[in-house]
Nanobody, 123 residues
Framework: QVQLVESGGGLVQAGGSLRLSCAVS????????MGWFRQAPGKEREFVAA????????YYADSAKGRFTISRDNARNTVYLQMNSLKPEDTAVYYC????????????????WGQGTQVTVSS
């Protein structure tokens, strides 16, 4: 069974940075598209960023473009989300997800999800 474990969340002031990590168990990490999603209280879970298998093409939500960077280390079975210039509206639980299905990376049709890590940005 594939397990995803996020880390790196916390409390940060507006304008600060955080780096989220997601460690994935199993030997087929390089075969997955990887995504980051977030869910704020009272809101639906939304797409933040994704990175594809093989080529490593990246995709970002408009809210993340220019501030967030997704990357992956296939040797470490880990995907990262570097978040800079954080804003209070970035406050949410951030989830890592993996999929082998050939569905759109910005959809929620992922096969595996982590438990989430809280990110709180104070003003």
């Amino acid at each position: 069974q594939v397990q995803l474990v996020e880390s790196g969340g916390g409390l940060v002031q507006a304008g600060g940075s955080l780096r989220l990590s997601c460690a994935v168990s199993g030997r087929t990490f390089s075969s997955y598209d990887m995504g980051w999603f977030r869910q704020a209280p009272g809101k639906e879970r939304e797409f933040v960023a994704a990175i594809t298998r093989n080529v490593g093409t990246t995709y970002y939500a408009d809210s993340a473009k220019g501030r967030f960077t997704i990357s992956r280390d296939n040797a470490r079975n880990t995907v990262y989300l570097q978040m800079n210039s954080l804003k209070p509206e970035d406050t949410a639980v951030y989830y890592c997800a993996a999929k082998w299905r050939l569905t759109a990376v910005f959809s929620r049709e992922y096969d595996y999800w982590g438990q989430g890590t809280q990110v709180t940005v104070s003003s």
